[in-house]
């Protein structure tokens, strides 16, 4: 087999035969490229086109009435030669899998389809594609499956005794070799580029079906110029290589130079391979993910379920993951499903644990906020019900513990024996009936533990529990840093014609001292041995840009960041931008301002699990764009449902004001916005509270009642946002 044995349980996946030992070294003499292009082609059918042609023609009409769908294109390239040798035994049962995961998440049975045998060919799949392309809708998503095997360049060569590519034989110089040795062949080298390639099942003898990364790239864009969300995933070695992110911007108009560059060709050379010419992405185009189970040089792994039995099934782990991380969530993001994929560990011994650990899943996306299945569903996995649970006992609220572990045990109730179950991405013990065991550690607060299984009749079991652990506040603190970025802009410059402020630098004094005290905020941060301070009094535009970078750099998942401006704000009439004025600006000259653009940038960049921005400026509330935030009601346990506030992602923005100008000085040497942020801050009666409380309870009624301005509270729109917020908590010593 093209696949080695490893440690009995995890099989190397995607091996081309070249390093399976079953293509000798090329022994063909030297050949014309005309002739080596010719027989390559014979030998590849197919490999320089795309799959097919489809028209562009106007975006579809968007009724955002009408309920979204998610269709899938699931391939098993099982048998890229003939014989066992040459067959996969993973691609059928990894399809089978996704296919019950993406039903199990909300997806229709029927808008799947599942290619394998004869119909995972350039044929079969064009047909497909081409049906679903008559059937997408605008926000519907795509998702296309790939298991299989991958090859470079490098591993293309022809048979020169009449085997096909992939079988064992005589062969001729790969085909980046001989491109390299044959500059006056460019249509080669562009071949070439076009890689890596997808390999599909045998159709015809002495032939080979693949699929170019070109290719692959084509098909996408047809279904994002549907305005259809796209979701690829390649389990396969070396799949990253296929860049299909890099592949598309290309394709974007608004990406492409408006300069043309037409490359050198020798004047001997000779072309005959006509390629065709890439579709353009339409203004209007979906998303893109893209889920890669290795990197350009890296193999991909399987493993056998049950272990260790002889008659058991074999799976890619990717798709299993991926499988067990859409069960898990209905709902999931990209950032969701990368975090669960990487927390589910598969392997019942060392060496297959450190295999498995050290794979580099590469997960891409143009929109992070974006759900994977269209019909965003309640996440209940398919029949969730087999799977019972005896410890903890069922109760109908959160279990509450004192110790900070507990194991979980219960069985599986269902006709088809259970071949393995995670309990919190972990395996379980499991025993020959269906019962399982785990223990498993909590965090303090709200502990939600996913248990999943699967059983031989390729069913993907859901449940879910949730307990509490009976820590102290500090769950609700946390165990990352928490930021206080302080901007303050008071003596403006004769060249802004702004006038000179008189709160700024009291305000965000009086803040640091709240903030530092009381809720344990820091005002300097540490990075690569240097100490970066975070507050900053009359900085330009060019300081304040690099500060907020500078924290993108630091700040990581665990953290909070707080983000507060007082200064001068502008508002572009042309543009319909707020901007942050600094002192240096220059009046009626935006480059000399803080552009907009580059904090919502910037906020897509900070990994911290919390981000707040409070805006003290004149029309701040045009600043980035966002909906309402939530109502912030809380249930009868208050503790819980701040954690549960503070573990989910948040990006909210707090504003002084709305599209007008807010007044400077309120009294008390502070603005009335500061002055209501303060008070809130200092008298808030909780020791723990969120952003919207504070908003709600003090900022709002203080600053409505003593001026005109409106403050605002709201999420920022496409900055990752998961619907949680900030959390204050209070430090034990605080009065």
Not at 570 to 594: C, D, K, L, M
Not at 604 to 625: E, F, M, P, T
Request: glycine share 8%; hydrophobic share 40%.
């Amino acid at each position: 087999m093209f696949r080695a044995l490893i440690c009995a349980a995890v099989l190397f996946c995607g091996a081309s035969p070249t390093l399976a030992g079953a293509v000798p070294v090329a022994v063909e003499k030297a050949v014309a490229p005309e002739d080596y292009r010719d027989r390559f082609l014979a030998a590849f059918p197919g490999i320089a086109q795309f799959l097919f042609d489809a028209p562009t023609g106007a975006a579809p009409s968007c009724d955002f009435a009408k309920p979204r769908h998610t269709h899938a294109l699931l391939i098993a390239a099982d048998q890229i030669g003939p014989g066992e040798d040459y067959r996969l035994t993973g691609p059928l049962n990894d399809i089978a899998l996704i296919r019950s995961a993406l039903v199990a998440g909300g997806a229709r049975d029927e808008n799947i389809v599942a290619l394998a045998g004869a119909e995972a060919s350039r044929e079969g799949i064009a047909r497909a594609a081409l049906a679903l392309l008559e059937r997408i809708g605008c926000e519907d998503t795509f998702i296309l499956h790939f298991s299989g095997w991958t090859f470079e360049a490098s591993e293309l060569a022809y048979g020169t005794d009449g085997t096909a590519p992939f079988e064992r034989g005589e062969k001729a110089a790969p085909l980046a070799a001989f491109s390299d040795d044959n500059p006056g062949a460019p249509d080669l080298a562009r071949l070439a580029d076009s890689g890596p390639f997808l390999a599909l099942n045998q159709i015809a003898q002495g032939q080979a079906q693949v699929i170019s990364s070109s290719a692959l790239s084509e098909m996408i864009t047809h279904f994002r110029n549907r305005l259809a969300n796209v979701i690829v995933i390649l389990d396969s070695r070396h799949v990253a290589g296929t860049d299909l992110q890099a592949r598309q911007a290309q394709n974007d108009p608004a990406r492409l130079w408006t300069e043309t560059q037409i490359p050198f060709t020798p004047e001997s050379a000779y072309e005959d391979i006509v390629f065709p010419e890439d579709t353009r992405l339409m203004p209007r185009h979906g998303g893109l993910t893209t889920f890669y189970a290795a990197g350009r040089s890296d193999p991909a792994f399987e493993m056998r379920l049950p272990r260790g039995a002889k008659d058991g099934k074999t799976y890619g782990i990717f798709s299993y993951k991926l499988a067990l991380a859409m069960l898990a969530n209905g709902k999931a993001t990209v950032p969701d499903l990368a975090r669960r994929v990487e927390t589910v560990s598969l392997a019942a011994d060392d060496d297959a644990e450190s295999r498995d650990a050290n794979r580099r899943y590469i997960f891409e996306t143009t929109d992070p906020s974006i759900a994977i299945i269209a019909e965003q569903r309640p996440p209940r996995g398919l029949r969730g019900e087999a799977i019972k649970i005896t410890n903890p006992a069922p109760t109908r609220s959160a279990e509450p513990k004192k110790a900070p572990e507990v194991e979980v045990r219960g069985y599986v109730e269902w006709p088809e024996k259970t071949m393995i179950v995670t309990v919190g991405g972990k395996q379980a013990w499991l025993t020959p009936d269906g019962a399982f065991a785990l223990p498993v550690k909590l965090v303090p607060g709200p502990n939600k533990i996913q248990i999943s299984a699967l059983t031989n009749d390729e069913v993907l079991h859901s449940a879910e529990i949730e307990i509490v652990y009976e820590g102290d506040r500090e769950a609700l603190a946390g165990t990352g840093a928490r930021y206080a970025v302080l901007i303050a802009n008071q003596n403006y410059g004769e060249g802004s014609q702004l006038a000179r402020l008189e709160t700024p630098f009291a305000d965000v004094d009086a803040l640091a001292e709240l903030l530092t005290t009381r809720y344990g905020y820091v005002t300097e941060a540490t990075f690569d041995g240097r100490t970066i301070p975070l507050v900053l009094k009359d900085p330009s535009a060019a300081q304040m840009a690099d500060l907020l970078y500078r924290v993108s750099e630091f700040a990581g998942e665990a953290d909070s960041v707080l983000i507060y401006y007082a200064g001068h704000g502008i508002y572009e009439q042309a543009t319909g931008a707020a901007f942050w004025v600094p002192v240096n600006a220059r009046y009626g000259y935006p480059p000399s301002y803080y552009d907009p653009d580059l904090l919502s940038k910037d906020l897509s960049r900070i990994k911290a699990g919390n981000v707040l921005v409070i805006s003290d400026s004149c029309y701040s509330g045009q600043l980035l764009r966002g909906a309402d935030g939530p109502a912030g009601a809380m249930d009868d346990d208050r503790m819980l449902a701040l954690q549960r506030l503070s573990d989910r992602k948040s990006r909210i923005l707090i504003t002084s004001g709305n599209d007008t100008p807010v007044a400077d000085n309120g009294g008390g040497g502070h603005s009335v916005f500061a002055r209501a942020l303060l008070t809130g801050l200092s008298e808030f009666p909780e020791d723990a509270f969120s952003a919207r409380e504070l908003f709600n309870d003090f900022i709002l009624p203080m600053v409505v009642g003593r001026s005109a301005q409106e403050p605002q509270y709201r999420a920022i729109e496409k900055s990752g946002h998961d619907g949680g917020d900030i959390v204050f908590v209070k430090a034990a010593a605080s009065p």
